[in-house]
């Protein structure tokens, strides 16, 4: 019976030894995945359009309501240009067994909101006038110009909310296009 129990004891180390070595694993929990990001809605395709969705609440009349999306339209056919233009550079530019390229895009010294009006957030190096401006620069330009080409058709009352509004739509924009690059 001794060489039996001595078997049994020489087992107990190979066991304990066993459950110790996998007992970290069965404690493990696995890396929580991270959350899908919400479900945004889209945005309004410029400034304008963001205002004429609260025609309403500006109580704007048809002529202005007319007038705006006019405006619009002529902007979204400006913007659709230099998207084209910058699609045809970039595929011109990139060779074909390249991987893209990641990195930093953006609205370079561009400020977040605001209608062109600094926050001071955001800033990055101020452009160089010797530097063509990006595609996302100059739809952003056209927007802010067409907006105060817009606010033109607008009373004095209707401006303050058509600007908070219009702001309130490129603080946005810009935090959108820009978590994507977080």
Not at 15 to 35: E, F, H, N
Not at 52 to 77: G, I, K, P, S
Request: charge should be positive.
């Amino acid at each position: 019976m001794a060489s039996g129990s001595g078997r049994i004891l020489a087992r107990a180390p190979y066991g304990i030894v066993l459950c110790v070595a996998l007992l970290p694993l069965a404690c493990a929990t696995s890396p929580q995945k991270a959350a899908p990001p919400p479900i945004q809605a889209p945005l309004p395709r410029s400034s304008i359009a963001a205002v004429l969705e609260h025609r309403r609440e500006l109580e704007l009349t048809d002529e202005q309501v007319r007038r705006l999306q006019d405006l619009d339209d002529q902007l979204e056919r400006a913007n659709a240009a230099i998207r084209k233009e910058a699609n045809q550079k970039q595929t011109q530019s990139q060779p074909v067994s390249r991987a893209p390229r990641g990195g930093m895009g953006g609205m370079g010294g561009r400020s977040r909101g605001g209608m062109g009006r600094s926050t001071g957030e955001g800033r990055g190096q101020p452009s160089s006038p010797n530097v063509p401006k990006s595609a996302e620069e100059r739809i952003d330009d056209n927007d802010t110009n067409a907006y105060l080409e817009a606010e033109k058709l607008l009373t004095e009352s209707q401006r303050p909310l058509a600007l908070e509004i219009a702001s309130r739509f490129r603080e946005e924009s810009w935090d959108r296009q820009h978590a994507n690059n977080k």
